[in-house]
Structures are given as C-alpha cells and as structure tokens.
C-alpha cells in the first residue's frame, strides 16, 4: 500500500524535539547473540557423522568386523530478501522536513521490519506462522522425537516455546550469501504507475539480503513447546533442567531463547529467595545458561507444531 498525503498529514506537524515515537520495533537477540558467517554463493554442504564405526577388543587369532562411519551431507541455503518502498514524489515532498527525511524514516521502517522477519523466520521457517519463501527454521530442523519436551498445555492457539540453542560453526549459525549482501539502496526518482497503468514520477527503494540459518546437528537445538497459560502448563525450571539432560556431555547450549510471557511464567515458578518473603528476582538464567528475550516467538503457536 502506497503512503498517501494523509500519512504525511500524520507526521507533520509533530514536535521536532520528541521526534518519532517508535512503537512497531522489537528486540531481536537471535540476530546479535548468533554466530554469522559469509559466503560467496548462495550454498553449501555441510558433512555431518551420523555414527561411528563398530570397535571391540578382540582375543588372539581371532579377527574383528570391519566397520567405518555414517556420514550424511546437509544443504544449508540462503533465500532473497527483498522489501521494496515507493511514494509517489509530491507526497514525499509534501513532508515539512523534506522529502530525504521523509525517506529515512521510511528505510527504517524497512529495516527493522525486514529484522523482525528474520527473527521469527528462524524459528518457524517455511511452515506455519513463518514465509513459504523463506529458509527453514528450527521447527523443520530439530529433532522432534529426541530433542524436546512437552510441557503439556492444551488450549488451542495459546502455545508458546522455548528453544535451547548452541551457536557456533558446527552448530547453529546465520548464513549470508552473495558475499554477505545487506543493504539498503539509495533512494532514487523513478517512473510509477497507477492502477490503471498511468505513470506519474515517485521515489523507490529497497532492501537487499541473502540471509540463510544453518542448523549443524541435531544437538545444536532443543525445544519445550506446548507452554500455555493452563494451569501448571507454564515455563519451569524442572522443564529447562528436563530439555538440558537430552544433550550429550560436552554439548551445552549458549542461550535459552523465550518470550516474555515464558519469562513471566518463568519467574512466578520459584519460590522466594530469602528470609523476607521477597518475591524471586527477574531470571536471567537457568541452570547456568543465560536467557534471551524475543518478541519473535509467538504466543499463539498451534499446539500441533
């Protein structure tokens, strides 16, 4: 939907000092906690050991079965990310600070819109609650049967989830492709049409990335999902220290990421911590793994993902 003059109306007029009153942008750790890396194409392979090889002892003149590894190559993709914004050039030029400002505020607006996609594209993917276009997300990548724990909640649309994930090349990493294309482009004049196919002189710009999430083993995530606001179907700490003993030794992950009604949840699950009956501090972790906050897990998850 194209800006109209009433949008411009909106944002005249405000006080110069206040400025923009943000109330659309969110927290988005996932893109600051995370390992990142760039890649020159859009591709690659990763080689994963799925299993070792049979060894035993064995008693003199006697032989032993020869055996080898299992190894299994895993496609890790980046996927075009692309928001585009165009005005029709007497409106832009209709803001009081001028049209470049006016298209500032606008490639802001991009940005963190295309942040907060990322973000929730990560967990959901290509399925349910994320974009068909886009990469999978931890809900098509981790194991479903091994690596998770059901928290039980069973009001419909009012699941939420708490992923335990461990960054790192190996295992849970951003990808950029295109040699780590990020960019927002200049803005520039150009010819638009209407509707009806009649032109009229406005200014464009867009977004341009190649963003991608490698998931290297099926240790690098876990998931308690099913968390509600049914009664005891809330974030505990038994849950977390639950999800933490399905990774093998040596595999400990770096975050929890969840939401705040997780954290919420979270928090009113323990009890006191001293002599005054104070209530339990805000949690900023469990079991000694930090804890991120999102905005990008949803509260309103299907209890059938």
């Known amino acids: 939907m194209l800006p109209t003059l009433l949008d411009i109306a909106k944002l005249n007029g405000t006080d110069a000092v206040v400025g923009l009153i943000e109330e659309a942008t969110r927290v988005h750790p996932e893109l600051t906690l995370g390992a990142a890396r760039t890649i020159r194409g859009l591709n690659y392979k990763t080689k994963v050991r799925t299993g070792l090889p049979t060894v035993s002892f064995r008693a003199a003149n006697e032989g032993t079965a020869v055996s080898k590894s299992a190894f299994e190559n895993r496609l890790v993709e980046c996927f075009m990310l692309n928001p585009v914004f165009e005005v029709d050039k007497a409106v832009a030029d209709a803001y009081e600070d001028g049209a470049a400002v006016y298209m ?19 967990y959901y993917g290509a399925g349910t609650d994320g974009d068909a276009k886009g990469y999978p997300g931890f809900i098509q990548a981790y194991d479903a049967t091994n690596m998770v724990v059901d928290a039980g909640g069973t009001t419909a649309t009012t699941g939420s989830s708490v992923w335990a994930v461990r960054w790192g090349p ?23 049409t209407d509707a009806g196919g009649n032109p009229y002189s406005g200014y464009y710009q867009d977004f341009l990335a190649r963003p991608g999430v490698q998931v290297g083993s ?17 974030l505990t700490d038994a849950l977390l220290a639950t999800l933490l003993a399905k990774f093998p030794v040596g595999v400990v992950p770096d975050v929890f990421l969840m939401n705040r009604r997780s954290l919420f949840q979270l928090r009113t699950s323990r009890t006191a911590t001293n002599p005054t009956g104070a209530p339990a501090p805000i949690p900023d972790e469990s079991f000694n793994v930090p804890i ?3 905005d990008a897990i949803l509260n309103t998850e299907a209890l059938t993902l």
Not at 104 to 122: D, S, T, V, Y
Not at 218 to 234: A, F, H, N, Q, W
């Open 104 to 122: 500032a505020i606008e490639g802001g607006g991009i940005l963190e819109a295309a942040m907060q996609l990322l973000a929730k594209q990560m």
């Open 218 to 234: 099926i240790y690098s995530i876990g998931r308690v999902k099913k968390l509600t606001e049914d009664s005891g179907k809330g």
């Open 170 to 192: 190996q295992h849970v990493q951003w990808v950029w492709g295109a040699n780590g294309q990020l960019a927002l482009s200049d803005v520039r004049e150009q010819r638009l």
């Open 292 to 294: 991120a906050v999102t």
